[in-house]
């Protein structure tokens, strides 16, 4: 078959790469599987033999028929024909016992935002999330402040879970290669956001407004969402430095001018 460009496929074809992954998500008997974009089923295998169940969600129409030759007769396989973006996560909870999820996929590059946002917004349903990444987008969910990879998404990643970089994988790996490296990573996500906040929606309508133009001193950000004296007269009232970029700040220094301005 051809592989479509368009929806991402990068087909895993490196055997030992596969059994590494696999033995890096610890699985055991007890854990449902939800797998984005199966594709011909190199992962989705050794999920069936060493996961409980499995939830697998392709959306490649040729790609789910050969699925369902291939595993059509295991019994604790739920397999999905449909959009990852569309489909209502919420609608498989109690799937495979009740419990939470894990994540484990070699996504689709073109998508990765969008998928890791909706997965975090329905964050309840899952435990860990293990992903292909590119590797620079896995820096720049680890990175911590002070550092050039430091943004936005890993403040949003870092709030809801403990992201790590947990070994790289060569192009070599995929079928078509791909022009980046990649990498495994995981989420843990963890059972409460990882710093106290009043209102989350302004927390990162902060953070977006900080990182907005990154070179940028912090205030001159924030001041394009609220008034210029209010937005200088926060950080001094906080004891942080007027010169500070957002780059400099941590979550708790985000969690602290929020909730100034809530
Ligand atoms: N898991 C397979 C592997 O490791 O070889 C395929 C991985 S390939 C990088 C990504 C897969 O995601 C493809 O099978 C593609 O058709 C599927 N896909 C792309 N966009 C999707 C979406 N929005 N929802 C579900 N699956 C999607």
Known sequence: MKPRKSLGQNFLIDKNIQSKIIRACNLSGNDTVLEIGP????????????????????????????????????????????????????????????????????????????IIARLLSHGSLFSEIYLTLQKEFAERLTAGPGTKDYGAFSCFAQFYTKPKLIFTISSSAFWPRPKVDSCLARLEILDEPSVKVKDEGMFFKIIRAGFNQRRKLFKNNLSRIFPQPKAASCLSKLGLDEKVRAEDLCLSDFARIADYFT
């Open 39 to 114: 594709g011909r089923g190199e992962i989705t295998q050794y999920l069936l033999e060493q996961a409980g169940y499995v939830i697998a969600v392709e959306i490649d129409n040729n790609l789910y028929q050969g699925l369902i030759e291939r595993f059509g007769s295991f019994k604790n396989l739920e397999l999905l024909n449909a959009d990852i973006l569309k489909l209502s996560l919420s609608g498989l909870r109690g799937l495979g016992g009740g419990k939470k999820f894990k994540v484990i996929a070699n996504i689709p590059y073109y998508i990765t935002t969008p």
